[in-house]
T-cell receptor
Framework: GESVGLHLPTLSVQEGDNSIINCAYSNSASDYFIWYKQESGKGPQFIIDIRSNMDKRQGQRVTVLLNKTVKHLSLQIAATQPGDSAVYFCAENLNQAGTALIFGKGTTLSVSS | KAGVTQTPRYLIKTRGQQVTLSCSPISGHRSVSWYQQTPGQGLQFLFEYFSETQRNKGNFPGRFSGRQFSNSRSEMNVSTLELGDSALYLC?????????FGQGTRLTVV
């Protein structure tokens, strides 16, 4: 599978590969993190979330890893499909007393068959 | 269950005008937040409303304002439009942690 250590704006993979998208967050006090997928012409779509008291969470074909020591999040997509092609954003909730999401720069995932 | 609905989907305005965008949250969601998305700055938080009160605010000038009604529907207003206000404006609603987004309103200022 394809993996990147630092944030890259684009990631190209072959169908069936595993993809890893990385994200650095800014605030040590953030206690909640979300990954979103955004397709062209649409709003961001929720993929998976994780609270700061966890370091890993799994969903259907997706896994999020949280490393609080280095303030790093990653999204792993297993068996990537052409329908996974989109822009992926990580977001941290800056304010525990509400919803004020700070988004990362986004990674464009391109899946070729 | 209907998702977050934003109207209108597209809007063209002239510099100096003002604009009002509308957002209907998912039924039962009491928090509504607004974001601006541009190619250069990405997704930026504008403000959040909960129970008709602004709960959080981002770093945008006072030309950007919002309000929330008793049925949780929200509007945002931008006065004295500038070319740089051209963007996709996104609304999200939540009843807890996960914020669900609408399709956005594409505002073009000419």
């Amino acid at each position: 599978g394809e993996s990147v250590g630092l944030h890259l704006p684009t990631l190209s993979v072959q169908e069936g590969d595993n993809s890893i998208i990385n994200c650095a967050y800014s605030n040590s006090a953030s206690d909640y993190f979300i990954w979103y997928k955004q397709e062209s012409g649409k709003g961001p779509q929720f993929i998976i979330d994780i609270r700061s008291n966890m370091d890993k969470r799994q969903g259907q074909r997706v896994t999020v890893l949280l490393n609080k020591t280095v303030k790093h999040l990653s999204l792993q997509i297993a068996a990537t499909q052409p329908g996974d092609s989109a822009v992926y954003f990580c977001a941290e909730n800056l304010n525990q007393a509400g919803t004020a999401l700070i988004f990362g720069k986004g990674t464009t995932l391109s899946v070729s068959s | 269950k209907a998702g977050v609905t934003q109207t209108p989907r597209y809007l063209i305005k002239t510099r100096g005008q003002q604009v009002t965008l509308s957002c209907s949250p998912i039924s039962g969601h009491r928090s509504v937040s607004w974001y601006q998305q541009t190619p250069g700055q990405g997704l930026q938080f504008l403000f959040e409303y909960f129970s008709e009160t602004q709960r959080n605010k981002g770093n945008f000038p006072g030309r950007f304002s919002g309000r929330q009604f008793s049925n949780s529907r929200s509007e945002m207003n931008v006065s004295t439009l500038e070319l740089g206000d051209s963007a996709l404006y996104l609304c999200a609603s939540t009843n807890g942690l996960v914020a669900f987004f609408g399709q956005g309103t594409r505002l073009t200022v000419v």
